[in-house]
């Protein structure tokens, strides 16, 4: 019997996923885990053969927890399960030590199989996991982030995602300063100039999940200004549409449930008044300069 760790912060799906293993018939789940501390522990105290581990934890990210359990327990096979496309962290976990890397939207049939695999101590290469690691293979130029270590991209995508080097420390558990420094060395080593370019970057290369459904998006009037206008620019970037006030201001509207001001398409955040994050005024008054028409001579 393959025992199996299901770690990952949502208690509904920790059941679903519980319910699709104990199906299967050669396998039981021995254990929850809705946090990294709680996963390092248990996986300490219980002899285990898999450890399902999400990227998206309270406490410590996936890919850190992941390192530190190859630390302690180099052999545990580890496989990925979480929301985030191949593209954007099925690299970088196989370098971490992941046995394989599996989207939460893939069939039942497929999280069976790729239990079973990784239990005999291979490694389970999804067709899209593989997709991303040949397209990686194939670049001759790599693209910039991949220069990055794990910490600086995640700061970068936290950082195009809207939030502050306040909030980015408190959801990494670092110091202000400790993102800050990592903020200055991914721009330089990306060759960037400030957080507009940088979410520029992320969102043309497709590094945060860009493809959400209005309907799955919509925000409450009392959301953050800065995840609403975040939420707004992933709507526009993923139908292909010019990021132009009239985009825009339809994009945020569909968002938000709200109708921007003509005059100040960008920057009006929610009807609560609170402003919006520099990022996001200093991003948008970028995206609008580009697209505005030239003047004639």
């Known amino acids: 019997m393959i025992r199996v760790l299901i770690a990952d912060d949502h208690a509904i799906l ?3 996923l519980a319910e699709i293993i ?3 018939g050669d396998m039981e789940v021995v254990g929850e885990a809705e946090s990294s501390s709680q996963t390092l522990k248990f996986v300490r105290d219980h002899g285990l053969d898999v450890v399902l581990l999400d990227i998206d934890m309270p406490d410590r990210n996936g890919i850190d927890t992941l390192k530190l359990l190859k630390v302690e327990k180099p052999k545990l096979p580890v ?22 890397y599996l989207n939460k939207q893939s069939a039942p049939t497929m999280l069976v199989t790729a239990i079973r695999q990784v239990a005999t101590g291979r490694r389970y290469i999804s067709p899209a996991t593989a997709e991303a690691l040949a397209d990686a293979a194939a670049t001759a130029d790599q693209p ?3 220069t990055l270590s794990d910490r600086e991209y995640e700061t970068m995508r ?7 080097l306040t909030l980015i420390a408190a959801e990494m558990h ?3 300063k400790t993102v800050s420094v990592y903020r200055s060395r991914l721009l330089e080593k990306m060759q960037l100039k400030n957080n507009a370019e940088l979410t520029h970057y992320v969102l043309k290369n497709k590094l945060i999940d860009s493809q959400p459904e209005t309907s799955s998006v919509r925000l409450k009037a009392s959301a953050a200004p800065s995840e609403i206008v975040s939420n707004a620019l992933r709507l526009l970037a993923s139908r292909g549409l010019a990021p132009t006030p009239e985009n825009y201001q339809q994009c945020y509207a569909e968002i938000s449930g709200q109708t921007l001001a003509p005059s100040a398409p960008a920057t009006q955040g929610t ?8 990022v996001w005024t200093e991003l948008i008054s970028e995206l609008l300069k580009q697209w505005q028409p030239a003047k004639p001579d």
């Open 14 to 16: 920790r059941r679903g």
């Open 22 to 24: 104990s199906e299967a």
């Open 79 to 100: 496989l990925m399960l979480t929301l985030h496309p191949e593209s954007i962290y099925a690299l970088r976990a196989i370098k971490a030590g992941a046995s394989g």
């Open 144 to 146: 910039a982030h991949t």
């Open 158 to 164: 936290l950082i195009a995602s809207g939030r502050t």
């Open 174 to 176: 670092l110091s202000v």
């Open 271 to 278: 009807t609560t008044g609170e402003p919006l994050a520099p």
